[in-house]
T-cell receptor, first 110, second 115 residues
Framework: DAKTTQPNSMESNEEEPVHLPCNHS???????IHWYRQLPSQGPEYVIH???SNVNNRMASLAIAEDRKSSTLILHRATLRDAAVYYC???????????FGTGTRLQVFP | KAGVTQTPRYLIKTRGQQVTLSCSPI?????VSWYQQTPGQGLQFLFE???????NKGNFPGRFSGRQFSNSRSEMNVSTLELGDSALYLC??????????????FGQGTRLTVV
């Protein structure tokens, strides 16, 4: 299974943009890049996913490097409710198996 | 619509016992996966079921087993419980499988404590 590498923790102030990086140098051509987040005492929650092109949705944007060996999750204006552990995951398009790494713990300060 | 429902929410068992956890996916979802979350190992994949068949299995001993019923509900069983099995067990459901799948919806989990 391909692995991802993320910083252990990051900090942000409220209403500022946050860029959460992820390295996945062993990504294969059939791997989708997924991001999930886990708020305290809850199960993980889907944020966004992509294959090759940058993606936007109501929660965030996903910027994927041209060689696909790295990606960045962008929260355009962090809120206190965005404080969570963010997981960058590679999912083979032929399975539903999500291989979670250690994730990035995001702290948001008022 | 109702989310993924896991029962029970909390469970305390004694070493050597067995336990069965239940997961009801979102209506219409046919794919169910199970994960174990511990402070030391993080989130680890256990199994994946689709159309009552196990499609993938993680690196867990044979004491961990599961099944899926025709209504897509799933159960996982752990026999001969060990202290290290204490964890949050999470179930996730998806509408489709593989390249047709977009996102997984997780339940709130079952917190198992083995004493």
């Amino acid at each position: 299974d391909a692995k991802t590498t993320q910083p252990n923790s990051m900090e942000s102030n409220e209403e500022e943009p946050v860029h959460l990086p992820c390295n996945h140098s062993t990504i294969s051509g059939t791997d989708y890049i997924h991001w999930y987040r886990q708020l305290p005492s809850q199960g993980p929650e889907y944020v966004i996913h992509g294959l090759t092109s940058n993606v936007n949705n109501r929660m965030a944007s996903l910027a994927i490097a041209e060689d696909r060996k790295s990606s960045t999750l962008i929260l355009h204006r962090a809120t206190l409710r965005d404080a969570a552990v963010y997981y960058c995951i590679l999912r083979d398009q032929n399975t539903d198996k999500l291989i979670f790494g250690t994730g990035t713990r995001l702290q948001v300060f008022p | 619509k109702a989310g993924v429902t896991q029962t029970p929410r909390y469970l305390i068992k004694t070493r050597g016992q067995q336990v069965t956890l239940s997961c009801s996916p979102i209506s219409g979802h046919r794919s169910v996966s199970w994960y174990q979350q511990t402070p030391g190992q993080g989130l680890q994949f256990l199994f994946e079921y689709f159309s009552e068949t196990q499609r993938n299995k993680g690196n867990f001993p044979g004491r961990f087993s599961g099944r899926q019923f025709s209504n897509s509900r799933s159960e996982m069983n752990v026999s001969t419980l060990e202290l290290g099995d204490s964890a949050l067990y999470l179930c996730a459901s998806s509408l489709a499988r593989g390249h047709l799948n977009t996102e997984a919806f997780f339940g709130q989990g079952t917190r198992l404590t083995v004493v």
